[in-house]
C-alpha cells in the first residue's frame, strides 16, 4: 500500500465522499461516513451484499468498533479481509482484465436485482483475491433509481471495454496505456487506434466508436435530468447483457510470444530442469517464506514450487503470453495461492496518480519474504547493460532473502546474447557476481544445478534472522 | 406516425449525426456526451434484451418438447 497521510488515511482514499481507506497497526480499515448511511443499510438490508460475498464477487467485512478517524463524519467502521497482493490493471493480461470486466457486470446485474446499481466500474476498485476477480470497494453501490442511466457506463468502456478490445484487436501491448491513462483509455484514442473492422462489430461500434464521437459532438449540451431523459430498467438490463456480449467476445490467445517456448528451447535437459526444481523446493522447505515473488517467472513453474510448500507466491514476467498461460492454468486449477502479474523488471510499476501515491509502486508493495531469481542475472547484466553490484542493491530492496541462479558466461543463453553485440561485460564473473552480492547478503548454500555449469545460491539479508 | 415509427426516426438520426460530429472543444466533460449516449441507445438495446429474453425462453420450450419427445 502506498504512503499514508494524516490519520493513517490512504493517499489513494480521497474522491468518494462516502468514506475512505486508512491503516491502524497495520491493520486495513474503511470509515464509511453518514452520506452513504442510506446506501450501506440498502447493502445489507436487500440481500445483496451477503449474495455477492457468497459468490466470492465482493470483499467480506467486519463492522468493528474502531475509533473512526474523522468522528464528525462516521456511521461505521468496516475491517475488510485483507487482499494478499495490490495489482493494477496495467499489471494484468489480457485474461485477467477480461474476467475483472466480466465479474464487475455480473456485480452491475445483480444490484439491479436487488434495487441498487453500481456508481463506479474502476479496474482499481477490482483485486484478485484467492485466485479470483474480487470487488474490494463496498461502497461503490448506490440505491437504484427507476429512469437513471448506468453513471459508470463510460468508466466501464475506458476501464474494460476500450482496453481489451486494443488487446484483442489491435496489439495486447496496448494494455499498457492504462498505466499512462488513469482514469481509462480515452475513447476517441482507443477509436483511432482500433482497426476499420471493429466499425462492423456492433458490440465495438456501439460502446468504443459511437460512444466516442457521441462524447465529441455533445458540445455546449447538458444533459436533462428526470425521468424524461432517463432510460428504464429494461434498457438498463440491455446496456448491460450488450456490454457482457461485446466484452465475452473479445479473444486473445498467447501463442507467438518471445517466450512462449523457453523451456523448450532453451538449454535445459529435462533431467537438469528437474534437478533444479529439486534443488529449489530444499532450499525453499529451509527458508519456508510465506510470500514468494519470482521474477522473470516466465510461466510460473518454480512459482508453483513455493505455492507446493504453502507459500502465496506472484509470478512476475515481462511477457504477456507467459503470464496469459500461467492465468489460465491457475484459473482452470483454481489455484489460489498464485498470482501471475505482467512487470518489466528493467522499468517496473512506478507510483502513479496524485502526488504519486495514489497507485503503489512495485518496492512499495514490498518486500517479500524470498525472492526467486531464476535465470534472470544474464537478462539483466547483459541485455540490460546492469551492473552486478546495482542487480544486488535492487534484489535486496525487494525480499529479505534470495534464490538465485548464477549464470555463467560460457551458458549457451549468454553466448547467444553476446552474438550480436560487443562483449564489454568483464565484469561478468562469478567472483564478481558474489562479491557484489555478498555486499547485501550472507550467502548460506549453493550448488551447481547439474549439466549446466549455472549455480544456484540461497542468499539472506543479514538483518534477516533466518 | 405511430410511437414507435417515430422513436425508430429518432433514434436512426441521433445515429447519422454521431456519424457526422461536429469539431469538438477539447475542454468538455465526455460524461455528458456518454450520458446522452446511452439513452439514446436505451431504446435499441431495450428492445434488443426483450427479444432475447423471449428467444431464450422459446428456445428453451422447445428444447423441452423435443427432450420429452425423445423419451
Known sequence: MSGSPAGGIHAASFRDPSGFVFTRDEVLYRQVNQAYRQHLDLLLSSGLYERLVETGQLIPHEVVDVPPPQPERAYRILKPEPVRFVSYPYEWCFGQLKDAALTTLAIQSAALEHGMSLKDASAYNVQFHRGRPILIDTLSFEAYREGQPWVAYRQFCQHFLAPLALMAHTDVRLGQLLRVYLDGIPLDLASRLLPGRTRLNPGLAMHVHLHARAQQSSTGRRARSGPSSGMGRTALLGLIDSLRSAVEKLTWDPQATPWSDYYQECSYSSQALEHKQQLVRQYLEAIHPRTVWDLGANTGTFSHTATGLGAFAVAFDSDPGAVETCYRACRDARDANLMPLLLDLTNPSPGLGWELAERASFLDRGPADTVLALALVHHLAIANNSPLARIAAFLAKLGDSLIIEWVPRSDPQVQRMLTTREDIFDEYTREAFERAFSRHFRITCHSEVEDTGRILYAMHRPDDSV | ?71
Do not use: C, N
Open chain 2, 1 to 71: 406516425m405511430s410511437r414507435h415509427r417515430r422513436t425508430f426516426l429518432l433514434l436512426a438520426l441521433g445515429l447519422v449525426r454521431l456519424a457526422f460530429p461536429p469539431r469538438a472543444a477539447a475542454y468538455l466533460d465526455p460524461g455528458t456526451g456518454s450520458y446522452l449516449f446511452q439513452v439514446l441507445i436505451a431504446v435499441g438495446l431495450g428492445a434488443l434484451y426483450i427479444v432475447k429474453t423471449y428467444w431464450g425462453r422459446i428456445k428453451e420450450f422447445l428444447g423441452r418438447r423435443h427432450h420429452r419427445g425423445d423419451e
